[in-house]
């Protein structure tokens, strides 16, 4: 059971994701959780580096789909500077909202990835539904009064994680 709370990847923030090595992965969309993993749960204008980093997405082809738990009104809102797809209501860890985005995209599992911060909900979701996943570090050390709770759990999946798995480690990118 533990192993459903392993991801593939795990490195400092979204942004550090080379799209060059995305491209040569065959990786055709990210898919992203929202809060304190693309912008702060606080901060919905996003931040230079994220721009910069969705222009080197779109120059080589790859489509970026932010998939929440949230309700479609304040991701809508959280997102209308950006101008980015995404999936409202997703029900993490349940692989719907991840499903409903292959689905409306057109996309195989192989040709995409998951980033999230936690990992009750992205990388459970994204292990559930069979695609690789990427965690994150959180944005802020601060937390939405509703995530609170998972990250007291974290803490408890982190010691079991840690103790059947040796190679977990922060990494700069991900590799193949």
Known sequence: ?????????????????????LEDMGIKAVFTDLDNTLIPWNNPYGTPQLRNWLKKLKKHNIRLVVISNNKHSRVKKALEMLNLDFISRSFKPLPKGIDR????????????????????????????????????????????????????????????????????????????
């Open 1 to 21: 059971m533990i192993s459903k709370f392993k991801p593939t990847w795990m490195i400092p923030m979204i942004y550090n994701i080379s799209p060059i090595k």
């Open 101 to 176: 985005a292959l689905n409306k995209y057109h996309l195989d599992k192989k040709q995409v990835i998951m980033v999230g911060d936690q990992l009750l909900t992205d990388v459970w979701a994204s292990n559930n539904a069979g695609v690789r996943s990427v965690l994150v570090k959180p944005l802020i050390s601060t937390d939405a009064w509703n995530t609170k709770p998972n990250r007291f759990i974290e803490k408890k999946i982190w010691k079991k994680l840690l103790k059947k798995y040796n190679d977990l480690e922060w990494q700069e990118d991900i590799n193949d």
